[in-house]
């Protein structure tokens, strides 16, 4: 069976996303609700994108969907009206007339693939949960946080969650320091993608090698024709080369002197 040149590149490309399967964000664990914690010791902290007092919200009702505003203020409650009391997110109707707690001061701490999400929920009079998950984007120049609203959609018979995204350089590991921290941490920039120099390279060489021994199998059966052993990549080449490292060793070992040299020496002496 001939395998064509189209699906050869299928089958390479498929093998390439085998390795970005795995490239998934480490787990940040839960610090406080403003703040979690990578393996690597880096914090995310949010708190210092909160108002506390007669500010708050830091983002307030004008985060427009449709016919209602949104507002949120990370980490610092806040009332705005008997419905919103006590809470980091409300949702009002722009007439006014309208409006539910969706996001109490309470914070899970979660991810995905590419970013962090924090979710708040509310419990209202109407027996309905109200979920907000804000996604963290990071973004080492956004010295101004932003808040973006993409909508709500129920998720259940009594489920509602909203999504927003709030980009800031404190969505960046170790970058906003803590409240007890003393010393400005260094920034990174490899963790703007919450990947490690280590991280890369154990996901690109061995994504590589598999790449190169699949292409080049695949070249060696259907174009030169090969069987057995020969289907293997420039064998010849692996095989001197292994060969040359086993001799390199063995001079290590012994001085670079060959067996009865010391013998020889002595005669000759």
């Given at each position: 069976m001939k395998l064509s040149k189209t699906n050869t590149v299928v089958l390479i490309s498929?093998?390439?996303l085998i390795g970005t399967c795995y490239a998934t964000m480490p787990k940040c664990t839960k610090i406080d609700d403003c703040s979690c914690r990578i393996p690597d010791g880096k914090e995310i902290n949010i708190r210092s994108l909160g108002y506390n007092g007669s500010r708050a919200p830091?983002?307030?009702?004008?985060?427009?969907?449709?016919?209602?505003?949104?507002?949120?203020n990370p980490c610092y409650a806040w009332t705005d009206s008997n419905k919103?009391?006590?809470i980091v997110a409300c949702q009002q109707s722009t007439d006014f007339l309208s409006e539910f707690a969706i996001g109490d001061p309470t914070a899970t701490w979660t991810h995905d693939d590419r970013n962090y999400n924090i979710e708040y929920s509310s419990?209202?009079?109407?027996n309905i949960t109200r979920t907000s998950?804000?996604?963290?984007?990071?973004?080492?120049?956004?010295?101004?946080?932003t808040l973006e609203m993409f909508g709500?959609?129920?998720?259940?018979?009594?489920?509602?969650?909203?999504?927003?995204?709030?980009?800031?350089?404190?969505?960046?590991?170790?970058?906003?320091?803590?409240?007890?921290?003393?010393?400005?941490?260094?920034?990174?920039p490899l963790h703007c993608g919450m990947i490690s120099p280590g991280s890369v390279l154990f996901i690109i060489v061995p994504v590589?090698?598999?790449?190169?021994?699949?292409?080049?199998v695949l070249f060696m059966k259907f174009v030169?024709?090969?069987?057995?052993?020969?289907l293997i990549p420039n064998r010849d080449i692996r095989t001197n080369l292994f060969g040359s490292i086993r001799d390199g060793c063995k001079n290590v070992f012994t001085s670079g002197k060959k067996p009865g040299h010391d013998k020889l020496q002595s005669e000759i002496i």
């Open positions: 498929c093998v390439c830091r983002f307030g009702f004008a985060q427009a969907w449709g016919p209602w505003e949104y507002a949120y919103c009391r006590n419990l209202g009079d109407d998950v804000v996604k963290l984007v990071c973004d080492v120049k956004a010295d101004e946080p709500f959609s129920p998720v259940g018979p009594a489920h509602v969650e909203y999504d927003f995204t709030l980009t800031s350089k404190c969505a960046c590991p170790g970058f906003c320091p803590s409240s007890t921290a003393t010393n400005k941490p260094t920034f990174n590589l090698i598999v790449v190169y021994l699949v292409a080049g030169r024709h090969a069987e057995g052993t020969e």
